[in-house]
């Protein structure tokens, strides 16, 4: 009881435990056990709910939800009420659901409900079912290390039934589905269509979900940027960038004309939430078929802290996609010799690395499925496997040129190019087609544990009306979008580890880039160090420390000559062992790229002392990032690991970049770590010291960073 008073002292005091709703205020964020998600019927009402969220849809006299709730906060999300979807079949646009009737969209009053009406040429609500959610991908994860609590996601979901009784949209089901999770203030929603017309129909657009919150600010005159309300919205329709913001496609802060109070004068208020695809799908069903639209998955924040939000977006993607939390530890060769191959993965072994990747200009050519060069990497796997080494490869899709009838039309010109990176291959052509087909054959005859894909479909749009698997423009994201799903979910359920240098977590992918500048790996081995330290600063915010891979020239790398590469690697042990505490100390795997791992036994030494550091301490550096100082180069500057469900519940690394020695009491945020009373904290040399928290559950301890150097602190 004393730990769950000083926990909603905390939450009283940062703001987001005051409204709480629960008689049990016990932060998701440190426990989530207690937050089950249930689906019920409440005063006739579908009402989801978890103890952190819940949404209510009102089924009569049609479907709409009336109610959406940040529990957390007592926050209502909601200012008016909209149809639950919108599909637009053969030209003609409908509203799915949907209530009308609201003298006021700038607020909504509960008395309103009861005479609200139906939205004239709706699909009308007919049925729904409850059952438990069912998973997206089927992964094992029992092949390489994870830290995964759970296999799959768990929770209910309920699909609303929609039907309409004019003759042209007669046997059209459609269907709106809703998941809500366990232990999550998340929610998501998708449609599918199924086609019982007996005529095959054309699904030119639609939109997913439709929700109207209350707007953040009230400008009379428009400004440059507008707050959002507090709330965190992607889809797994994700590509085009490095996180989730950047490859967000599917998400709209729109304008509601309806909304004729707002205080903005031209009513630009962006207080729509829209989901839906910016063209397309231009998708023909055939009867008897079901189109599925993407998912969007909707996650309501506490609040406008960055470190807290942050720490929830992470716990969606533990929840959505578990696979992302498997890390090995993987080398980048730079050569397919098979003698340097087999030295590298013996190198491998001697140090405790697990993987290793054929990189891209190794000579690695995953597009020849030819006798020949199949028994080579299938003779390499082989060896790897009998030494318990995982053994993968690099493949390039995009950035180059097929030839004119393969590559992507731009709708401008009519001719190739305009794709994201000029010039690219359209997936749905033949050629496309078939080199999915070859990078399935090759990876199952091989045995390879993993695929670098890079180049992974970047949302590009290809005008061309002659290409095997797509129509034209309208359909050609969506068709192309739809082959890297079902490759990528293949790759996932082989347990083929996937790195791809894009945002496909929630369709498969275990790994993407940290976000880095790669001509910065020319730079002076010093001047690397400290940009490493800020990328990985930078790109621990909304992901994990499993979901991003850093980079390491160990040889040269977009030039820079010797002073940028590690190699002879004993000549600069300093950056090596530089490189490896920040990588390995934020939990973050490298692209360590070279022809070996050591080239001497104090090479040697060092790696393996290395390994061994990251491997005793892997559960807590594997654990959420608490952001402590950003690299600034004059001062200390580090971060902190916790959890509070293992012994180690914190792990404390600082970095001195600068000559001098650097001795300063600094205070330590604990909240995370589930720590209330008191706290041990041990040095690196093993000397421990009891603290007792602060109000604020923070201590303050006395810090020595030699220069250049780093420290680093474990606390029970």
Same mark, same amino acid.
């Given at each position: 009881?004393?730990?769950?008073?000083?926990?909603?002292?905390?939450?009283?005091?940062? *703001?987001?435990?005051?409204?709480?709703?629960?008689?049990?205020?016990?932060?998701?964020?440190?426990?989530?056990?207690?937050?089950?998600?249930?689906?019920?019927?409440?005063?006739?009402?579908?009402?989801?709910?978890?103890?952190?969220?819940?949404?209510? %849809?009102?089924?009569?006299?049609?479907?709409? !939800?009336?109610?959406?709730?940040?529990?957390?906060?007592?926050?209502?999300?909601?200012?008016?009420?909209?149809?639950?979807?919108?599909?637009?079949?053969?030209?003609?646009?409908?509203?799915?659901?949907?209530?009308?009737?609201?003298?006021?969209?700038? /607020?909504?009053?509960?008395?309103?409900?009861?005479?609200?009406?139906?939205?004239? @040429?709706?699909?009308?609500?007919?049925?729904?079912?409850?059952?438990?959610?069912?998973?997206?991908?089927?992964?094992?994860?029992?092949?390489?290390?994870?830290?995964?609590?759970?296999?799959?996601?768990?929770?209910?979901?309920? %699909?609303?039934?929609?039907?309409?009784?004019?003759?042209?949209?007669?046997?059209?089901?459609?269907?709106?589905?809703?998941?809500?999770?366990?232990?999550?203030?998340?929610?998501?929603?998708?449609?599918?269509?199924?086609?019982?017309?007996?005529?095959?129909?054309?699904?030119?657009?639609?939109?997913?979900?439709?929700?109207?919150?209350?707007?953040?600010?009230?400008?009379?005159?428009?400004?440059?940027?507008?707050?959002?309300?507090?709330?965190?919205?992607?889809?797994?329709?994700?590509?085009?960038?490095?996180?989730?913001?950047?490859?967000?496609?599917?998400?709209?802060?729109?304008?509601?004309?309806?909304?004729?109070?707002?205080?903005n004068w031209k009513m630009e208020t962006p207080c729509l939430l829209v989901s839906k695809l910016e063209v397309g799908p231009d998708v023909?069903?055939?009867?008897?078929?079901?189109?599925?639209?993407?998912? !969007? +998955?909707?996650?309501?924040?506490?609040?406008?802290?960055?470190?807290?939000?942050?720490?929830?977006?992470?716990?969606?993607?533990?929840?959505?996609?578990?696979?992302?939390?498997?890390?090995?530890?993987?080398?980048?060769?730079?050569?397919?010799?098979?003698?340097?191959?087999?030295?590298?993965?013996?190198?491998?072994?001697a140090t405790g690395y697990e993987m290793v990747i054929l990189s891209f200009g190794s000579g690695l050519d995953m597009e020849d499925t030819?006798?020949?060069?199949?028994?080579?990497?299938?003779?390499?796997?082989? +060896?790897?496997?009998?030494?318990?080494?995982?053994? *993968?490869?690099?493949?390039?899709?995009?950035?180059?040129?097929?030839?004119?009838?393969?590559?992507?039309?731009?709708?401008?010109?009519?001719?190739?190019?305009?794709?994201?990176?000029?010039?690219?291959?359209?997936?749905?052509?033949?050629?496309?087609?078939?080199?999915?087909?070859?990078?399935?054959?090759?990876?199952?005859?091989?045995?390879?544990?993993?695929?670098?894909?890079?180049?992974?479909?970047?949302? @590009?749009?290809?005008?061309?009306? !002659?290409?095997?698997?797509?129509?034209?423009?309208?359909?050609?994201?969506?068709?192309?979008?739809?082959?890297?799903?079902?490759?990528?979910?293949?790759?996932?359920?082989?347990? %083929? /580890?996937?790195?791809?240098?894009?945002?496909?977590?929630?369709?498969?992918?275990?790994?993407?880039?940290?976000?880095?500048?790669?001509?910065?790996?020319?730079?002076?081995?010093?001047?690397?160090?400290?940009?490493?330290?800020?990328?990985?600063?930078?790109?621990?915010?909304?992901?994990?420390?499993?979901?991003?891979?850093?980079?390491?020239?160990?040889?040269?790398?977009?030039?820079?000559?010797?002073?940028?590469?590690?190699?002879?690697?004993?000549?600069?042990?300093?950056?090596?062992?530089?490189?490896?505490?920040?990588?390995?100390?934020?939990?973050?795997?490298?692209?360590?790229?070279?022809?070996?791992?050591?080239?001497?036994?104090?090479?040697?030494?060092?790696?393996?002392?290395?390994?061994?550091?990251?491997?005793?301490?892997?559960?807590?550096?594997?654990? @959420?990032?608490?952001?402590?100082?950003?690299?600034?180069?004059?001062?200390?500057?580090?971060?902190?690991?916790?959890?509070?469900?293992?012994?180690?519940?914190?792990?404390?690394?600082?970095?001195?970049?600068?000559?001098?020695?650097?001795?300063?009491?600094?205070?330590?945020?604990?909240? /995370?770590?589930?720590?209330? @009373?008191?706290?041990?904290?041990?040095?690196?040399?093993?000397?421990?010291?009891?603290?007792?928290?602060?109000?604020?559950?923070?201590?303050?301890?006395?810090?020595?960073?030699?220069?250049?150097?780093?420290?680093?602190?474990?606390?029970?």
């Amino acid at each position: 009881m004393k730990k769950k008073l000083l926990l909603c002292t905390l939450l009283v005091l940062s *703001g987001f435990c005051g409204a709480q709703e629960s008689d049990n205020p016990v932060d998701w964020l440190i426990d989530n056990g207690q937050y089950k998600a249930a689906i019920d019927m409440m005063d006739g009402d579908i009402v989801l709910g978890n103890g952190l969220v819940e949404r209510r %849809i009102r089924i009569a006299p049609n479907a709409a !939800t009336v109610d959406f709730r940040n529990v957390v906060m007592g926050e209502v999300m909601l200012r008016s009420i909209k149809p639950e979807a919108e599909v637009t079949i053969d030209g003609a646009t409908y509203p799915i659901g949907g209530l009308t009737g609201m003298p006021e969209h700038g /607020y909504l009053l509960q008395e309103w409900l009861d005479g609200l009406v139906s939205i004239e @040429d709706a699909f009308q609500y007919k049925s729904h079912v409850v059952r438990d959610i069912r998973p997206k991908i089927k992964w094992k994860g029992t092949k390489r290390y994870h830290t995964a609590e759970k296999m799959i996601p768990t929770g209910k979901e309920v %699909i609303l039934s929609f039907e309409h009784d004019a003759t042209e949209t007669k046997g059209i089901l459609v269907n709106v589905h809703y998941e809500i999770f366990d232990g999550v203030p998340l929610i998501s929603k998708w449609i599918t269509i199924d086609n019982k017309s007996g005529k095959q129909v054309t699904i030119d657009s639609f939109k997913s979900e439709l929700l109207a919150f209350p707007e953040v600010e009230n400008p009379v005159e428009t400004p440059r940027e507008w707050k959002r309300p507090n709330i965190h919205v992607e889809s797994d329709y994700a590509f085009g960038g490095f996180t989730s913001g950047e490859s967000n496609v599917t998400t709209f802060w729109e304008a509601d004309p309806e909304y004729t109070s707002q205080v903005n004068w031209k009513m630009e208020t962006p207080c729509l939430l829209v989901s839906k695809l910016e063209v397309g799908p231009d998708v023909d069903l055939k009867s008897g078929e079901v189109f599925e639209s993407f998912h !969007t +998955y909707e996650l309501l924040l506490d609040g406008t802290d960055r470190g807290r939000n942050a720490l929830s977006i992470r716990k969606m993607y533990r929840t959505l996609a578990p696979w992302a939390t498997e890390n090995p530890i993987f080398m980048h060769l730079t050569t397919t010799d098979s003698d340097a191959v087999k030295s590298a993965i013996d190198q491998c072994v001697a140090t405790g690395y697990e993987m290793v990747i054929l990189s891209f200009g190794s000579g690695l050519d995953m597009e020849d499925t030819t006798a020949t060069n199949i028994s080579k990497f299938k003779k390499l796997a082989d +060896y790897a496997h009998a030494k318990g080494i995982e053994l *993968g490869g690099y493949s390039l899709f995009s950035s180059r040129k097929i030839n004119d009838s393969i590559d992507v039309i731009d709708k401008e010109t009519g001719k190739p190019g305009g794709a994201k990176f000029l010039n690219a291959p359209c997936l749905a052509s033949q050629w496309g087609k078939d080199y999915l087909e070859k990078l399935r054959y090759f990876l199952d005859k091989t045995g390879f544990d993993l695929l670098e894909h890079d180049g992974p479909y970047p949302g @590009d749009y290809c005008a061309s009306t !002659t290409h095997a698997y797509h129509k034209g423009y309208e359909d050609s994201q969506w068709v192309q979008w739809n082959m890297t799903k079902q490759f990528y979910n293949w790759l996932r359920e082989k347990d %083929i /580890y996937l790195n791809a240098p894009d945002f496909y977590f929630l369709q498969g992918s275990n790994k993407c880039g940290i976000g880095y500048r790669e001509v910065n790996w020319s730079l002076p081995r010093d001047q690397q160090i400290i940009l490493g330290r800020q990328n990985i600063y930078d790109g621990t915010w909304e992901k994990t420390p499993s979901m991003a891979w850093t980079f390491v020239p160990l040889t040269e790398y977009h030039g820079g000559g010797d002073a940028a590469t590690l190699e002879p690697l004993q000549d600069h042990l300093d950056s090596y062992e530089a490189h490896m505490v920040q990588n390995y100390g934020s939990g973050i795997q490298a692209c360590y790229r070279g022809p070996r791992l050591f080239d001497s036994e104090k090479t040697k030494a060092l790696v393996i002392d290395q390994i061994s550091h990251y491997k005793k301490y892997r559960d807590i550096l594997n654990s @959420d990032i608490v952001h402590l100082r950003r690299p600034n180069g004059r001062s200390w500057d580090g971060f902190m690991h916790v959890n509070p469900d293992l012994r180690e519940k914190g792990f404390v690394l600082f970095f001195n970049p600068t000559p001098n020695e650097i001795r300063e009491n600094i205070k330590i945020p604990l909240y /995370y770590t589930g720590l209330t @009373d008191k706290a041990s904290v041990s040095d690196q040399q093993g000397k421990a010291e009891i603290f007792n928290l602060d109000r604020s559950f923070e201590i303050e301890l006395n810090v020595r960073i030699p220069a250049k150097g780093y420290s680093w602190y474990i606390i029970e």
